[in-house]
């Protein structure tokens, strides 16, 4: 069963997700555009991070849907779970190299799992997409004699390994200084500009967000309060993306009354 009515790359519907007995997201709904750059933004907490392991496959919904490139992956086995995932890249939060291998051999793990290429072929792909990344004849180094902003990059590198038609993020910026951040930042730019891509970006860094972002989702509490475009985001007068986007410190006390009446209004825009 496909979605053909929709030409969305990621479609997310009436979604929910629970651990036990405790509901993490709550039936939210969203699409991601083909070749768009959707940014997710939530502090910690909010269920961004269950949302994105729920888009590549890592957690199963309680309940809902959600359609990668016209296939519903709430409801197929693993086995052809792993065919969509040849369609991905997944770069992480700490880029979980394997330590134990080069950086190249990192790169071209996916190639040598997934494929039949020759050796000297997997060699070239694995130069050009340390080349697309910055770190040219680092196919040797071990990832403990890399930096953190040039690990973030093999990551990456590993992550486009298989031509991907959507790349994922799990805060890319995260633990860098503004300098090095500011690198990734272009690099996700570069990238987006030399490919016809989908890219899913799951942070809470606002000046990263704000460059690289075609729209964003704002998720709070396993809601989706907001979703729109950065000039949308930024007229919004809804109370939680304000507090958010102002840096305002939360209430010692919020209630679960409290909040709800703040999540009054339009939750699928930020023209509130």
């Known amino acids: ?41 939530g502090g910690s907490g909010s269920g961004k991070s269950t949302l994105l392991r729920t888009l590549v496959g890592l957690e199963k919904p309680s309940s809902g849907e959600v359609w990668i490139q016209g296939v519903n992956i709430a409801n197929i086995s693993e086995r052809e779970m792993d065919v969509i995932r040849k369609k991905m890249g997944m770069s992480f939060q700490g880029s979980a190299l394997f330590g134990s291998l ?24 694995v130069r050009i997409k340390l080349g697309q990344v910055g770190l040219s004849n680092f196919e040797d180094y071990m ?94 007068t809804h109370p939680r993306v304000r507090q958010f986007l102002d840096r305002v410190p939360e209430p010692e006390v919020l209630d679960e009354l409290d909040y709800l009446q703040m999540l009054t209004g339009d939750r699928k825009t930020a023209k509130d």
Do not use: C, W
């Open 143 to 236: 990832p403990s004699e890399l930096s953190g902003g040039m690990k973030k990059r093999a990551a990456v590198a590993r992550a486009l390994s298989m031509d991907p038609e959507i790349l994922f993020f799990d805060e890319p910026s995260a633990g860098l200084d503004p300098i090095i951040a500011a690198g990734l930042d272009e690099l996700i730019m570069n990238l987006k500009k030399a490919y016809a891509i989908t890219m899913v970006v799951v942070t809470h860094e606002l000046a990263s967000a704000f460059l690289i972002a075609d729209r964003m989702v704002y998720v709070d509490r396993g809601h989706i309060i907001a979703l729109g475009t950065k000039e949308e985001f930024q007229a919004s």
């Open 1 to 41: 069963m496909t979605n053909d009515a929709s030409d969305a790359a990621i479609s997310v519907v009436n979604l929910s997700v629970s651990y036990g007995e405790r509901e993490i997201l709550h039936g939210i709904t969203f699409d991601v555009r083909r070749g768009e750059t959707m940014v997710i933004l």
């Open 102 to 125: 080069t950086v190249g051999e990192n790169v071209a793990l996916p190639l040598r799992e997934h494929t039949n290429l020759e050796d000297s072929t997997i060699e070239i792909m």
